[in-house]
């Protein structure tokens, strides 16, 4: 099984840590994004998006974090990180969408900007920062975990553009359950970090 990476992406990271977190090998094929790699073969036919992360399972060839984790979890971590039920996995999905949406355009967008020069309107992430994450905080005053009361995929697809926030000046001084959550992540058995996280 193959993950088309990118060290340097949050969503790449995802793919990553639960595969650390569960115990899943992966082969990882870096991809060099400044060269433009991801837009030539073999990524590009692979994913006509030209977006990483990639998987390659065989015949199965998935893009999108989001749909990786859930690939990944229920074939081959078990309940523990994507469950059964139709209730348990509404409650995990509405956080996924979640990370492909405010997380994804607010903290990472912020990041984009300020560590690797993308045009966006900064002044939109941050106000989409500042929309989400005291929502996040909320849920985490009364919640270890964002779904189910346990680490789940919810966890991992929110978690690494919160993380890494600061490097577009979103700071979590004053998010301190947000904090602790980051520090449970951080202290889960076979965790593996990224850079700046």
């Known amino acids: 099984m193959k993950l088309y990476d990118l060290e340097l992406s949050g969503n790449c990271y995802k793919v990553r840590l639960l595969a650390a977190l569960a115990g899943i090998d992966?082969?990882?094929?870096?991809?060099?994004?400044?060269?433009?790699?991801?837009?030539?073969?073999?990524v590009i036919d692979l994913n006509p998006f030209g977006e990483l992360p990639v998987l390659e399972d065989g015949d199965v060839v998935l893009r999108?974090?989001?749909a990786i984790l859930?690939?990944?979890?229920?074939?081959?971590?078990?309940?523990q990180w994507w469950p059964d039920g139709?209730?348990?996995?509404?409650?995990?999905m509405q956080w996924l969408a979640t990370a492909a949406n405010e997380i994804f355009n607010g903290p990472n967008a912020a990041r984009l900007?300020?560590?690797?020069?993308?045009a966006l309107n900064k002044e939109r992430t941050i106000e989409v920062s500042n929309h989400i994450l005291p929502l996040v905080e909320q849920h985490l005053q009364n919640n270890e975990w964002l779904a189910l009361g346990?680490?789940?995929?919810?966890?991992?697809?929110?978690?690494?553009?919160?993380?890494?926030g600061w490097e577009g000046g979103v700071t979590l001084?004053?998010?301190?359950?947000?904090?602790?959550?980051?520090?449970?992540?951080?202290?889960?058995?076979?965790?593996?970090?990224?850079?700046?996280?």
Do not use: C
Not at 70 to 79: D, F, M, Q, T
Not at 86 to 92: F, S, T
Not at 113 to 118: S, T
């Open 86 to 92: 139709a209730a348990q996995q509404g409650e995990v």
């Open 113 to 118: 900007v300020d560590k690797f020069g993308y």
């Open 173 to 197: 001084e004053q998010y301190p359950a947000i904090q602790a959550w980051i520090g449970r992540i951080k202290e889960l058995p076979g965790y593996t970090g990224m850079p700046a996280i």
């Open 64 to 66: 999108d974090s989001q």
């Open 70 to 79: 859930v690939y990944l979890g229920r074939k081959y971590a078990g309940n």
């Open 26 to 42: 992966l082969e990882i094929v870096p991809v060099d994004f400044l060269d433009g790699a991801h837009k030539r073969a073999p």
């Open 150 to 164: 346990r680490p789940t995929i919810a966890d991992l697809a929110v978690f690494p553009y919160i993380a890494l």
